[in-house]
């Protein structure tokens, strides 16, 4: 698929070499290390890991690369290659919520989240490079995370351990960008690996690598961002986590995961929940069983058998759980209508991008209709790119 527009990732090794290179220009000397963590694409599982419930997310072959080195001055320095994203400069001890705010509040909440847990970290130079399309619903900001979370697991001498790194990323995402997310998305960039989706049970954190390699079963995993992104998300979001917490009080249970096993009846349980919770809780039952599906369908090597579950969680999404949006209603059905074996709105929703699952042969024909019916829609020309699993976030060699 070439279009004007499409990313084409580079190489880890590309993607570092890359970051090593800015990081000269900025710092005037090359970095100590270099880490490199991918955007993720959630196959089936939404709005689950916060109920512990299941996800099955992959890896994107975009990856952000984060290049660094210690300082003796007291500051933290942190450059990004992006457009718009202007270089900031602070002391370590001036890290706090809101400071700095932006693009720079990701890699500096990791920091402060760091020594707040003991790390020395008393300076540090970073410069970030990425290919991971940002606003997209692709974990640009998880990526971000974790890859800082490496290279300043190596400045200050720890392990890195990928699920330390992980929750280190989270705790940013929450207290510094102030967005409650679950433990999907930086265990999804610190954990997966190449040609596997990955099974997490969210309750009891269990990780299972399941192969996944859609090409070699004449199929491919498209990803169609339609770059639009509602305003709405962030609270939309918030409101959802609340309501599921909510909705989980009033059943007497620790979370929903637990709702699903009470009497083996998920309308008995719905039953005695106001609304709008009731058609929330239904999603999040149902997409758990979703999520044990299409586990189950890729184990047994029947990739196409996905496809109907994916359109089956998009539905549940728009009218269940209500965080679709009509320009990611369009996707979907253009993409179904043409011939896509499924098609689902994947990551947090009111915009974002949309997962496809559709015969090989048929990609051309798919990304035409889309690109067609974005057009006739009068929104914005998604951008359409195929989405090979690929690794979790590592060291770059040197
Ligand atoms: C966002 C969040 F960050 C994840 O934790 C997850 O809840 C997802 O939305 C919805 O499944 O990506």
């Not at 995402?173 to 433990?183: D, L, Q, S, T």
């Not at 269940?320 to 994947?346: I, N």
């Amino acid at each position: 698929v070439t279009r004007p527009g499409v990313p084409a990732p580079r190489t880890v090794g590309e993607v570092a070499d890359a970051a090593r290179q800015f990081f000269v220009r900025c710092h005037g000397a090359p970095p100590s290390t270099v880490w490199t963590a991918p955007g993720r694409v959630n196959l089936i599982g939404e709005h689950t890991d916060y109920n512990g419930g299941l996800v099955l997310p992959a890896a994107l072959p975009h990856r952000t690369a984060v290049a660094a080195a210690p300082r003796d001055d007291g500051l933290v320095v942190l450059h990004s290659a992006a457009r718009d994203a202007a270089p900031v400069t602070l002391p370590v001890t001036a890290l706090r919520p809101g400071a700095p705010d932006g693009w720079a509040a990701y890699p500096a909440g990791v920091l402060a989240e760091l020594r707040a847990a003991g790390a020395e970290l008393d300076g540090v130079s970073l410069a970030v490079v990425s290919d991971v399309p940002a606003g997209a619903g692709l974990s640009s900001s998880a990526a971000l995370e974790v890859a800082t979370a490496g290279v300043l697991a190596d400045l200050a001498g720890l392990e890195p351990e990928p699920r330390m790194l992980a929750e280190t990323g989270r705790l940013a995402e929450h207290r510094y960008a102030g967005v409650p997310c679950g433990v999907m998305d930086q265990l999804a960039v610190s954990c997966c690996r190449a040609d596997h989706a990955l099974l997490l049970d969210t309750r009891d954190g269990t990780l299972d690598h399941i192969p996944l390699d859609p090409g070699a079963a004449g199929t491919t995993l498209l990803v169609a961002d339609t770059r639009v992104s509602h305003r709405l998300a962030d609270g939309a979001y918030a409101e959802r986590r609340a309501g599921c917490e909510e909705a989980a009080r009033l059943l007497g249970v620790a979370d929903l995961r637990e709702a699903e096993a009470r009497d083996g009846a998920p309308d008995s349980v719905l039953a005695e929940l106001p609304s709008p919770l009731r058609p929330w809780v239904r999603h999040v039952v149902n997409e758990n069983t979703r999520v044990r599906r299409v586990a189950h369908l890729l184990r047994s090597g029947d990739v196409r058998g996905v496809g109907p579950l994916l359109t089956a969680g998009h539905a549940s999404l728009r009218d269940d759980f209500a965080v679709s949006c009509p320009e990611v209603d369009v996707v979907v059905g253009a993409a179904v209508a043409a011939g896509a074996l499924g098609a689902r709105m994947t990551g947090g929703g009111f915009g974002g991008s949309v997962v496809v699952l559709v015969e090989t042969a048929a990609v051309g024909a798919v990304t035409d209709a889309v690109h067609r019916a974005a057009h006739r829609a009068g929104q914005p020309e998604p951008r359409v790119f195929p989405a090979t699993p690929a690794a979790g976030a590592a060291r770059a060699p040197a």
